[in-house]
């Protein structure tokens, strides 16, 4: 199943990996309705009125009343993912009032993946003014904007221009994405040098963080990086392009760039809400890596003011970004969040019964579950855990989980019936195979459905290990595979995909408990949280319960948190958490001891996967040495 080089589209099709890819349009819809530290563990074309996209919006919302909707208080959260940009609005009680969202595009050549910050752009105001017409709200009804995004790498120049990051050269490709993989080499060098800010990421950066890819430009496209005025995660660059202040986020450069939080700490109040110099870059570590240059100007070109997710940045929003995104000049605009701590801070306090107890959120995990998964934890102190990011002010993680089953069910020979069966039922292709397995435990009598994979076994690392090995040269692994072309044999496959993921998440559980946490209970949001097979056997491998929040779009929740603190409703991030968050579905475990001591047993051939694979990768290293 060798796909390199080459995109899977669905229905057994592929595309070459040169050729742009816009990503699925989501459905919109409406509905009626004392200090932390954050750990996690390993989230060119404009659209034009005349594009199918915007006709396709404009028929949803053209059933809304022309009246607006009398809510005294709505928050817009904007959150960009990997495929789509995506808006949401809430009323004061955090009940979503309507979302959109507008695909974006991305381009794949080998590890290298890049996209447009223009093209976000225009998808992120499509998506704005399609959910205010959704939901019937008007632009001066939005009291405060927040903001969230994957964790990519934005470069522009002194006039905010893109630059590019691309082989190719076209200036519209000014984006690495997340999960771009170009800069391995250059992580293992900069993690060679052992220097004192690693211990805050798990001891070694991943390829994944802003550094390595810094430098990637630096020794690969050196026009691009002379140009080049503010690198800038894309976040924060969200947030510059709505109010020209390039205030840089606690968040998101503690969390890729090495920034170091607790420095930070030592200089500001939780409370405070003014613009802090930026005082946590470690110059020595810029220095050694080869990377000095970013250290001048007061680190002018990474960041050379830092402020807590929340901050109101400078005057709201200017009065171009208004126009495009169809609301008011001046509408305060909160310091921003990568998309998986977005999401925490939209589900973190989402308990069925709201608890005093001050320590009771250091006993919480929260999932993130998209493309990749996200693991985000809290703690009092500071706790090193290898191969865990943090300690942070506001992650690590799995690089490939909602992106590995799109893989393995896309890649598989059925995956063309599967999908004509799927769309002739009207239905998801995930609500179609977990209907499948159900059939399949009956008729062939097994004891519960997790035992339908008990001759398949998954290593998920298709794209490295983000946490806890913190191995990105790790590989997956299937084990099992057969010659039967079956639909059915593809769900036992999806099965077992699932069950890797989940069996990934017990060992960074495992990991961090073993490292001074004490997780007992789960909080899972995102996409994949929407699959009921998906977060049972979470539930039933790991032991604990899994609290789902009333409101799904839990990352653009997190990112209208920001909205509603930058508008000065709330004090801080926490009180509007408390506010706003609220439970909604509780998985229990399976109480059946044989589910136990099944997934007990697959789960110490889980582990066993990976140090043979590291046994085979010293055998062929000596072969070839």
Request: charged residues 20%; hydrophobic residues 40%.
């Amino acid at each position: 199943m060798n796909m390199k080089g080459k995109e899977m589209l669905g229905k057994g099709r592929t595309r070459s990996d040169t050729t742009p890819l816009l990503g699925k349009h989501k459905q919109q819809h409406q509905q009626p309705h004392p200090k932390i530290r954050f750990h996690s563990s390993p989230s060119a074309c404009s659209h034009s009125i005349s594009s199918p996209l915007f006709l396709e919006m404009a028929a949803a919302i053209s059933s809304a009343s022309s009246s607006p909707t009398s809510h005294c208080n709505v928050f817009l959260g904007v959150d960009v993912g990997t495929g789509s940009a995506r808006a949401g609005l809430f009323d004061e009680e955090g009940k979503l009032l309507g979302s959109a969202s507008s695909p974006i595009q991305i381009w794949k050549e080998g590890d290298c993946i890049e996209q447009s910050s223009t093209d976000i752009w225009h998808a992120v105001c499509s998506a704005v003014k399609a959910a205010c017409s959704l939901a019937n709200i008007d632009g001066e009804q939005v009291k405060g904007i927040g903001f969230a995004a994957t964790c990519s790498l934005v470069a522009v120049d002194a006039d905010g221009s893109p630059v590019t990051v691309s082989w190719s050269g076209d200036s519209r490709r000014n984006i690495i994405v997340w999960m771009d993989h170009r800069a391995v080499k250059q992580a293992e060098k900069i993690n060679s040098r052992n220097s004192p800010v690693l211990q805050y990421c798990g001891g070694s950066v991943s390829p994944e963080m802003q550094p390595p890819k810094l430098l990637w430009v630096k020794e690969n496209l050196q026009e691009s990086w002379s140009m080049v005025f503010r690198w800038m995660d894309l976040s924060d660059w969200l947030s510059y392009r709505a109010t020209a202040d390039d205030t840089r986020s606690l968040c998101t450069t503690v969390c890729k760039w090495t920034y170091l939080g607790h420095a930070h700490m030592q200089h500001i109040n939780e409370k405070d809400s003014r613009d802090m110099e930026a005082c946590g870059w470690d110059d020595d570590f810029w220095e050694e890596i080869g990377l000095g240059d970013l250290v001048e100007g007061h680190h002018a070109k990474i960041g050379r003011s830092v402020a807590f997710p929340g901050h109101a940045l400078g005057s709201g929003l200017t009065p171009t970004a208004a126009k495009e995104l169809g609301l008011v000049a001046g509408t305060p605009v909160g310091t921003s969040l990568i998309d998986a701590h977005a999401g925490g801070v939209g589900v973190m306090e989402s308990l069925p019964e709201k608890e005093n107890d001050n320590e009771a959120i250091c006993h919480r995990m929260v999932l993130v579950c998209g493309t990749s998964t996200c693991h985000m934890a809290v703690s009092r102190d500071k706790l090193f855990i290898p191969g865990v990011w943090g300690p942070f002010w506001s992650e690590g993680g799995q690089s490939a989980t909602g992106a590995l089953l799109d893989y393995i069910i896309e890649s598989h020979v059925a995956s063309p019936r599967l999908a004509n069966h799927a769309a002739s039922q009207k239905t998801s292709l995930f609500q179609l195979l977990n209907s499948m397995l159900e059939s399949m435990m009956r008729e062939l009598q097994c004891p519960f459905i997790a035992a339908l994979t008990e001759d398949t076994h998954v290593l998920p690392d298709f794209h490295g290990n983000r946490s806890p090995i913190a191995d990105p040269k790790a590989k997956g692994v299937v084990f099992g595979l057969t010659l039967d072309p079956s639909e059915q044999q593809l769900a036992r496959l999806y099965l077992a995909t699932v069950q890797a993921i989940a069996y990934g998440t017990r060992h960074i559980v495992e990991h961090c408990n073993a490292n001074g946490h004490k997780i007992d209970t789960l909080l899972a949001c995102g996409g994949l949280s929407k699959n009921a097979l998906f977060i049972q056997e979470h539930a039933d491998i790991i032991g604990c319960p899994i609290i789902l929040p009333r409101e799904s779009e839990s990352v653009l929740l997190g990112a209208a948190i920001l909205g509603a603190v930058a508008a000065k409703k709330y004090t801080c991030l926490s009180e509007a958490m408390k506010a706003l968050n609220a439970a909604g579905q509780v998985i229990h475990p399976s109480t059946d001891s044989r589910v136990k001591k099944y997934h007990d047993a697959k789960y110490s051939i889980f582990r066993e996967l990976y140090q043979q694979q590291l046994s085979q990768r010293s055998i062929m290293a000596q072969a070839l040495a």
